[in-house]
């Protein structure tokens, strides 16, 4: 056989192994990871309905060493959870020992600790289920039963990022007051015949109190993070600025996620898709206010995201603030994994699920029906998002590749 020949010979034979190992092999990479994203989607819906139940059979370990075990870097909870129903029983059950104002913040909440010195987040109930905050979409007080819907969705979402929320009614009188600090007890009073605190933050006025229905308020328990597990926070690149007038350079120049991809740690690493998928999020709980978060020190931009504080949720359901998916549709790109469980939850189940995941809770019905139909609304617009990125950049662009092996040893 002539050089030329063997030549172009090996050329063909080249051409072929580059398109077997593009289009063969590659798509069957491709189809075994929208497997087993199936396969995880199914085991998440088998999962939802959690019952508090105290039993921890097979161990003889606290709840709290068990939820202590879970916490990785990118996962606050593994996916499969079988003594998920008895950590949180001891949320909303174990008797309290110790109140405390909150840590620093904004917005009323008391820092309890539980018997067996496990920490929780007290937020007490403002509104009632039917109420809509008007104005601006981070408008109004903390809505507890939002963060109780919020964890639920993160579970549904497949994140695991957020701390585990559970609804409680707690006895002001019996339970919180004669174990309070005097910062914290300084703050109860009476109106009518209701006990109310108003706290220590940034906006708490004693004109402004949380009121029980007497003695008796309802409220959500966030479980408190390991301490071994120190937190880092950072400014939100897509955080606004709280001036009128004023904009954010994101609110006005189309380009913003290019200068974003060339800054620490958003150029490298995971960050910046769990942005993304955190601006997901946030859209479906109508949560406008994420001006900061939380990730763990020292992680060189390897940790997650931490879903915390998201009590500025599920305040308008006829409110959709677009500006929040700022993140997706500026830099045009997410997850493969979240772009297939945006789709697996379409044509209602998102709703159906939500509404079974949070039926379990001491303070059902969470959420109102019309904040459960504006879910179903808003991830139609979320997938049309991504729709509108695909026929601009191409599939291969948008839709990432980016799963990592998690360790709960």
């Known amino acids: 056989m002539k050089l030329k020949q063997r030549v172009v010979l090996l050329a063909l034979l080249l051409v072929i192994f580059i398109f077997t190992k593009v289009f063969l092999i590659d798509n069957l990479d491709t189809s075994a990871a ?10 998440m819906m088998a999962s939802l309905h959690v019952e508090l139940d105290p039993r921890l059979d097979h161990t003889l370990q606290s709840p709290w060493e068990i939820a202590a075990q879970w916490v990785v870097p990118r996962e606050v909870y593994p996916e499969e959870t079988p003594e998920l129903g008895a950590v949180m029983h001891a949320m909303t059950t174990k008797k309290i020992i110790k109140a405390d104002v909150g840590y620093k913040g904004t917005q009323l909440k008391a820092l309890l600790i539980l018997e067996g010195g496990q920490k929780v987040v007290f937020k007490p109930k403002r509104y ?12 109004g007080y903390d809505r507890h039963n939002a963060e109780v819907a919020a964890f639920h969705l993160d579970r549904i979402l497949g994140f695991r990022r957020a ?3 559970v609804g409680r009614f707690v006895n002001l009188r019996t339970e919180i007051k004669p174990v309070a600090t005097e910062q914290l007890l300084g703050t109860f009073m009476t109106v009518g015949n209701n006990t109310c605190f108003y706290g220590k933050c940034y906006y708490c006025r004693e004109t402004e109190p949380a009121c029980a229905d ?33 904009l954010a350079r994101w609110e006005y120049d189309e380009s913003y ?15 910046l898709l769990d942005i993304i998928d955190t601006a997901i999020f946030d859209y479906l709980i109508g949560n406008a206010d994420r001006h900061h978060y939380e990730s763990f020190q020292d992680d060189e931009g390897a940790s997650m995201l931490i879903l915390l ?26 997850r493969v994994s979240t772009w297939n469980r945006l789709n697996y939850l379409k ?11 949070m039926s379990h809770d001491p303070i059902s019905p969470v959420l109102s029906n019309p904040h459960l139909d504006a879910l179903d609304q808003r991830l139609l617009s979320i997938l049309a998002t991504v729709k509108q990125c695909t026929d601009q950049f191409g599939p291969d662009i948008v839709l990432v590749e980016d799963r990592m092996t998690l360790s709960h040893l």
């Open 128 to 139: 009632a289920r039917d109420y809509v905050v008007e104005g601006e979409p981070y408008a």
């Open 34 to 43: 929208n497997r087993e994203d199936q396969r995880a989607f199914h085991r």
């Open 347 to 357: 044509n209602g189940v998102l709703k159906s699920a939500l509404k079974t995941a």
């Open 163 to 165: 701390p585990l929320v």
């Open 309 to 334: 504080d998201n009590a500025k949720s599920f305040g308008n359901p006829a409110l959709d603030e677009r500006s929040i998916l700022a993140p997706l549709y500026q830099c045009c790109i997410i």
């Open 214 to 246: 007497g003695d008796i308020m309802e409220g959500s328990v966030t479980l408190w993070l390991p301490d071994v597990w120190p937190l880092q926070k950072h400014r939100h690149p897509w955080g606004r600025t709280y001036r009128e007038g004023k």
């Open 257 to 271: 996620c290019d200068a974003v991809k060339k800054t620490s740690p958003y150029d490298s690493g995971p960050r």
